[in-house]
């Protein structure tokens, strides 16, 4: 089969599916040359990638699994037989059970060593959920269907696609790497500054509200009404968010200290890391969302304010 100097990732990879992807992007409608390429190297080469590291993991976790079933049967027979009767067994034969013996408990305690020292199963299960998750994310892009139905063109959800797969691809290489990298390390104790993220969060409309109503003073504006704003934003409202939001995170902090403390690792260690994640974008969306009803509320009663003047 020819491969074509226009695709590099087939190149190396010549399987059906590689072709069968391969053709379907070069039909897509997308607006560039560029589109094109990007879905060949972040999504069909990684889902190859993925593949080859499965099946190259696989061979030795079925390898040494092997030993370590076969060996777990032969040893207890072995033994047993060993038990037997001298007279009724060949000569010698106690030292062929005992360097038998010898010889498979090292192959099976070497084998488990080997897939617990290299985490065999764990990245063959992984490798092979990611690859499985990319192509089904993959198929539901080509098709149009799943989360992608409401799109009428690939175009309208290309964009949506090249997210999804680097979230797959994240998700991944944070398992792979779980404890040894860990991002959050050095912000142990660190304060939650909510007036930088309530102002990181605030509705850009409310902002420019707020603006409109800084005066002017060289056209002899009083100051009053915004002094007014802010204060019943900051003195009143905000005070209860603020005292919310650090009574959130403090638990929130507390919790993963507590889990931090039984040194958890591997797989549990990065969902807690996720769950972590999951419940700070919250509590910020919440934030978010009182903020902004502490700001409507404080520039209508200045609007109420002026009108009765």
């Known amino acids: 089969m020819s491969k074509s100097k226009e695709d590099p990732v087939t190149e ?3 399987d059906s599916y590689a072709n069968q992807v391969n053709g379907i992007i070069n039909t897509l409608e997308l607006e560039s040359e560029t589109d094109r390429r990007i879905l060949k190297s972040r999504f069909l080469a990684e889902v190859l990638k993925y593949e080859k590291r499965k099946e190259h993991t696989k061979k030795y976790y ?6 370590v079933t076969i060996g777990s049967i032969f040893l207890p027979a072995i033994l047993s037989i060993g038990q037997m009767d001298p ?3 060949p000569a010698n034969f106690d030292q062929i059970t005992y360097w038998s013996s010898w010889t498979i408990s090292l192959m ?5 060593g080997f897939l617990q020292l290299f985490s065999l199963d764990k990245n063959y299960f992984e490798y092979a959920l990611t690859t499985e998750q990319l192509k089904t994310e993959g198929w539901q892009f080509f098709q149009l269907s799943g989360k992608y139905e409401d799109d009428e063109t690939h175009q309208e959800a290309y964009k949506v696609f090249c997210k999804s797969v680097e979230n ?10 779980s404890g040894k990298g860990d991002v959050n390390k050095n912000k142990k104790g660190k304060k939650f500054d909510f007036q930088a993220e309530l102002k990181k969060n605030l509705p850009d409309h409310l902002k420019g509200e707020l603006e409109d109503k800084k005066p002017d003073p060289e056209k002899g504006e009083s100051t009053e009404s915004t002094e007014s704003t802010e204060s019943k934003v900051d003195t009143t409202k905000m005070d209860e968010i603020s005292n919310m939001m650090n009574d959130k995170m403090g638990k929130l902090d507390a919790f993963m200290n507590i889990l931090e403390k039984k040194n958890i690792t591997g797989d549990a260690a990065a969902t807690i890391g996720n769950v972590k994640e ?8 919440q934030v978010s969302e009182a903020a902004s009803d502490a700001v409507s509320d404080a520039i209508d009663k200045v609007e109420v304010k002026k009108v009765d003047e």
């Open 168 to 177: 797959i691809k994240r998700k991944q290489v944070e398992k792979e790497f």
């Open 12 to 14: 190396e990879y010549d």
């Open 87 to 89: 007279a009724k067994l």
């Open 278 to 285: 999951i419940f700070t974008d919250s509590i910020k969306e």
């Open 108 to 112: 099976v305690t070497a084998s488990n």
């Open 62 to 67: 079925n390898v040494f699994r092997f030993i």
